[in-house]
């Protein structure tokens, strides 16, 4: 049981946000000071519980805010007036060089982002009704993939009824359809019934697309064709998962009603995908961007495996992108269906970032040696398939139809590296 569990007293379960700023300031310090603790509270204690501790911490920062003067014999209290700078002028780690609270600063940045991924759903600060848990059942195509194996995990974590859709590599209790086989579609939708089908299987190898137009197009067009059709036969609805590629890169970040103009076979057979599920009206299309997660190999991960084997790498530093964490991709995708949205939404990370500096951030969050990273260009690389320079995604109308915020660079790696322990 990790140490900052076993430190938790029971009272804390009646804790009242209405007490005294001098209790809060006793509450903060006995959870050891970082945000990031609560994270991991987040997989071991109840959610009201969390939520109690989440709710005293913000009636402390207001508390803080608000005595600053007179609690400057606090060391938290210093820290308060510190951080109210620090929020208006700088980041923590430019503010940090000139503080001696630096420390204080940096835990108490972590908590109030963390705080803000709560009350913003980016972490699960509200546990799901009664009526989402018993009436929603997903079929997840794509489970065995990056994204199919976090929506799993996200709807086990709420209670909602999930079955794996996989094709070649089987998962436990898991359902194997091949997307290119209509009446084996036709067969899985009839017998599982779900209310939801969420389609993340593709042909996702880029340049392999341009390798192998067919297949790209008989995969991800084509089959698409097939689970959409056959969810219509059984009004089961769709989200059908697309990408960022469906862009030609020029004027990024795009929202939702830019017009697409995909510039390699992968981006032109999604495209096609998109086009066949919104030839139903119920169906919502979801685009992503660049995922990561801690199962399977992706940029984050060979970024992480690289700099811990000392190996230095080349990154290019002109594809602008906005890298999307599956974990809180997954939870927005689930609650897309729980609120029975239609149409095209961006589910991506809502900040834009060149893959360079997104390689130095994971050094951070993740420490490890930024140095071994070189900058490159995508011309240098010879890519088979080109590339979109600039295929960043605006999550505003996700943001607000899912009334949840997305999370940015920071924040993702940060709840990669938390789920990842
Ligand atoms: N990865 C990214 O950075 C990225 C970016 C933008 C958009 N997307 C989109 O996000 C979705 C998920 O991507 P991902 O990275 O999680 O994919 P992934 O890890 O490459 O996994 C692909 C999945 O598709 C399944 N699949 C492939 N061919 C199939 C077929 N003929 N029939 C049934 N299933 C088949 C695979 O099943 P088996 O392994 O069992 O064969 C696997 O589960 C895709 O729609 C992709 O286009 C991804």
Redesign the pocket.
Known sequence: MPEAQKKMPIPWLKYDVGHSPQMHLDVFSSVTGTGMVFAHWRFMCSQAFLFNVMRASISLFAALEREKERTTDVECGRTGAAYADVRQTSTPESYAGRSRNRVHIARLFALETFIRCCESGAYDASPPSQDQKRTMKVLI????????SALLREASKQGTTSVA?????PLHGGLQ????QHEQVRAAINDVAPDYVIH??????VDACEVEPRRAWD??AL?TKHVVDACNEQSVKVVY?????VFDGENGPYSEDHPTHPINVYGES?LAGERFTLAHSGNAVA?????YGPD?P?FVTWVIDSLRANAPINVVNDQYNTP?YVGNCARALLRMCELGLTGVYHVSGREQVNRYDFACAIADVFGLNEKLINTTTTDTLRQRARRPMNSSLSVEKAERALKMRLANVREGLTLLRDEWR
């Open positions: 195509t794509g489970a065995s993939g990056l994204l199919g859709a996989y094709n070649s590599r359809m091949d997307i290119t993340a299987a593709a042909f996702t190898n995969i991800n089959g998962i697309s990408t960022d590629f999604k685009r992503v961007c660049v995922l399977h992706n999307t």
